[in-house]
């Protein structure tokens, strides 16, 4: 077992409110549709007691408004409360100030819940590109600590290639945000996924292995793991949705479980605060203001 302490972090969502689902359950449709997040969430939550593993949870601001207790439990098992914004809609695809009041009503519907503050934020599908790199200005005029949506790969729905791999300080006109990329292995002068998610359910788990190792001891980072509680649910209703969708969204639903319980064994894990927050110096300070963001290690 490695002696480095990684980042856990779930994005509490239900099943359909994934963006490939956007055109087939509206959000006018979420109230009727069957909520599988709470006993989804409660799973997880029991799956990390087990090992004696916290993390950081990404809720859903729809979440909390609808299952206020869920995010009490989360916080009562000592978990760290993030944001996922409101109503997972893609930074890219809204106004600057759309996105304001999503995620200025998701932040206080969290703190309403927990009567502790959020400081760190999560897009939906990591959607802070170089299109919407003026979504930092708005979560630091909101009060957020620290960002985790950016994934410095090429990929159809989001990615920042040209991002750092790790941990940076991002200056901005109002003042300075802590970035925290999705963790990728490079390899073969490319940065490749296998920080959870699809990658996790999808590719063997001797990739995740690998990849958590890699960060560990040749970057001596942290990686930072994300998992959704709806991957653990392979008895969820199946939506219809392209092919590609279908494969992406409902592959491997019933090795997910099993997977995470190697992944715990396997690896040390904590909140972002205490794995990465805490014990780790950022790399370098970035002025992002003006458009998009150097490469550099």
Not at 225 to 236: A, T
Request: one cysteine or more; proline letters at 5%.
């Amino acid at each position: 077992m490695t002696a480095m302490l990684n980042a856990m972090t779930v994005d509490v969502e239900d099943y359909f409110h994934v963006s490939a689902f956007d055109g087939v359950v509206p959000r006018s449709r979420w109230s009727a549709m069957e909520s599988r997040v709470c006993r989804n969430t409660d799973r997880l939550l029991d799956i990390l007691a087990q090992h004696g593993v916290s993390g950081t949870f990404f809720v859903l601001g729809a979440v909390a408004e609808r299952h206020p207790d869920l995010v009490r439990r989360i916080a009562a098992h000592g978990h760290e409360i993030a944001s996922h914004g409101y109503a997972h809609r893609l930074v890219y695809d809204q106004t600057r100030e759309a996105f304001r009041a999503d995620v200025s009503r998701a932040k206080a519907l969290l703190e309403d819940a927990t009567g502790r503050p959020v400081s760190g934020y999560r897009a939906p599908s990591y959607s802070i590109t170089t299109r919407s790199l003026w979504a930092f200005d708005v979560l630091i005029e909101t009060g957020h600590r620290y960002d985790a949506s950016i994934f410095p790969i090429h990929h159809d729905r989001y990615g920042i290639p040209a991002s750092a791999r790790h941990m940076y300080r991002v200056k901005r006109a109002g003042g300075t945000l802590l970035e925290l990329p999705a963790s990728t292995c490079r390899m073969i002068g490319m940065n490749l996924p296998m920080g959870g998610g699809g990658y996790f359910r999808l590719l063997p788990y001797a990739w995740t292995r690998f990849g958590i190792e890699s960060v560990n001891r040749i970057d001596g980072r942290p990686a930072i793991f994300y998992i959704h509680p709806w991957e653990i649910d392979p008895e969820q209703p199946r939506l219809a949705c392209s092919a590609f969708t279908r494969f992406r969204h409902y592959r491997n639903l019933h090795r997910t479980e099993e997977r995470l319980h190697r992944l715990l064994e396997d690896f040390r894990f904590a909140p972002v605060l205490q794995a990465v927050l805490e014990n780790v110096e950022p790399l370098v300070t970035v002025d992002a203001f003006g458009g998009a963001l150097p490469y550099f290690w």
